[in-house]
Nanobody
Framework: VQLQASGGGLVQAGGSLKLSCAAS????????MGWFRQAPGKEREFVAT????????VYADSWKGRFTISRDNAKNTAYLQMDSLKPEDTAVYYC?????????????????WGQGTLVTVSS
């Protein structure tokens, strides 16, 4: 599975961004998708995951209520809508595929990764 993340950029605090992750190589609707982030000087951390049909979503507490994960299986694309952004949301955001659909939040359970897209939130 090849993943291509896009949509990052510079935004002011309180603003919104929508990240996209285009997938190719395997039937997109057969696996779960997730978003992770890595802030400067910190380890990669889980943000959200969505099941293969989109019926189940899980969020890390830090972003619950502000971020929304979704997917469009017809377009082979997953999304992360980020609202009410804060400076501490600044990070490189990665999309990833859980090919076994485990519904995991652990990075080690995601077999394929996109290249990351940088989100910078200014105060």
């Amino acid at each position: 599975v090849q993943l291509q993340a896009s949509g990052g950029g510079l935004v002011q605090a309180g603003g919104s961004l929508k990240l996209s992750c285009a997938a190719s190589g395997r039937t997109f609707s057969n696996y779960a998708m997730g978003w992770f982030r890595q802030a400067p000087g910190k380890e990669r951390e889980f943000v959200a995951t969505i099941s293969w049909r989109g019926g189940r979503t899980v969020y890390a507490d830090s972003w619950k209520g502000r971020f929304t994960i979704s997917r469009d299986n017809a377009k082979n694309t997953a999304y992360l809508q980020m609202d009410s952004l804060k400076p501490e949301d600044t990070a490189v955001y990665y999309c990833a595929a859980d090919l076994l659909g485990r519904g995991s939040t652990r990075a080690t359970d995601f077999e394929s990764w996109g290249q990351g897209t940088l989100v910078t939130v200014s105060s």
